[in-house]
């Protein structure tokens, strides 16, 4: 069973930066493509970041595109999102994601989702 914990949320002032962690449970990590999704209050979870198995192409939303970095340790079964010139809209709950179908923006390819990390970006 895949299990996927997140960590790395917090508050920072616009402007900071954060490096959210996700951690894989299994060995399988390296068959997964791996996304992160974030949910702001009243809003639908949307498509961060994503990247394929072997760490060589990511996808980015546009609104992150130039901020944020997506990538993966195979050998430690993590991946990361560094995020760089945070912004107040950027507050979400961010979660990582694994699917084994695709590195995709489409949020029902994935078929394991972490529990959430709280990121708080103050004005």
């Known amino acids: 069973q895949v299990q996927l914990v997140e960590s790395g949320g917090g508050l920072v002032q616009a402007g900071g930066s954060l490096r959210l962690s996700c951690a894989h449970s299994t060995r399988t990590f390296i068959n997964y493509k791996m996304g992160w999704f974030r949910q702001a209050p009243g809003k639908e979870r949307e498509f961060v970041a994503a990247?394929?198995?072997?760490?060589?192409?990511?996808y980015y939303a546009d609104s992150v595109k130039g901020r944020f970095t997506i990538s993966r340790d195979n050998a430690k079964n993590t991946v990361y999102l560094q995020m760089n010139s945070l912004k107040p809209e950027d507050t979400a709950v961010y979660y990582c994601?694994?699917?084994?179908?695709?590195?995709?923006?489409?949020?029902?390819?994935?078929?394991?989702w972490g529990q959430g990390t709280q990121v708080t970006v103050s004005s």
């Open positions: 990247i394929n198995w072997s760490g060589d192409k990511t």
């Open positions: 994601a694994a699917s084994s179908i695709a590195s995709t923006t489409n949020r029902a390819a994935y078929e394991y």
